[in-house]
């Protein structure tokens, strides 16, 4: 079989934005492609992180290049493939060591003169700073959420999350962990509490009867007591408790002893 020529094309996500949409980085790598006389064996599209290999588009690629059929992979950017620094560097490297050209479109950069491999070594470091860059913000704004008495990820039954972030007691479910509270302050008995619920035909917010586990962790959670707990810092939240504090603490005195 003939070697080919490969593009890959990716969004992180299905809402990015129009200058960076499977379709635009399709139709300038094809005028590229024309430009240069290459015949584009097959676009391979996904949408996911460039943080991670474990990808089917990937994959696919990495496969071809051990089958040998790889003549030249076109991209968009450089960080359409990865971004990662090491997963980049071992990508390239492979690629390199084969003999494959790798064509980044926008950029107008490709691996075949040492100019290119330069550049190409630059906008790696680049786009390895720019995640590390993300993550940090990301990181940041949650940390800044707990301090400020929000709840930084993750939902909590008993709670909605409104538009600004603040939890919103769900009647219905807030009741049902009140019982979950006074019935295992009253037996000490995390099966005991699940049977009761599971006669009444309590279920899970997803449907599925209440376990011991779930209920320990409901039992657990400082969240019912007005508390917010995040990255090992705790703050007093600004959302409503449902259950006291001395009652909170009471069950968890009575699961560790």
Known sequence: MEKGHYSVLRVSHLSQIDNF??????????????????????????????TTDERKQIQTLYRLIEEDKVEGILCYKLDRIFRNMKLSIDFISTCVEKGIKIHSVAENISTDTPAGMFMVNCLLSVNQY?????????????NTMAKSGLKATGSVYGYSRSEDKSLKVVESESVVVS?????????????????????QKIETRRGKPFSRMTIKNILNNKTYAGRIVHNGMETKGLHKPIVSTRMWNRCNQMLSG
């Open 21 to 50: 949409s499977i379709e635009q980085q399709k139709e300038s790598i094809e005028t590229y492609a024309r430009f240069h006389s290459i015949e584009i064996t097959e676009h391979l599209a996904e949408c996911g992180s460039g």
């Open 130 to 142: 720019a995640v590390d860059n993300i993550r940090s913000l990301v990181k940041g704004g949650l």
């Open 179 to 199: 019982k979950i509270f006074k019935l295992y302050s009253e037996h000490k008995s995390l099966g005991k509490v699940a049977d009761s619920l599971n006669r």
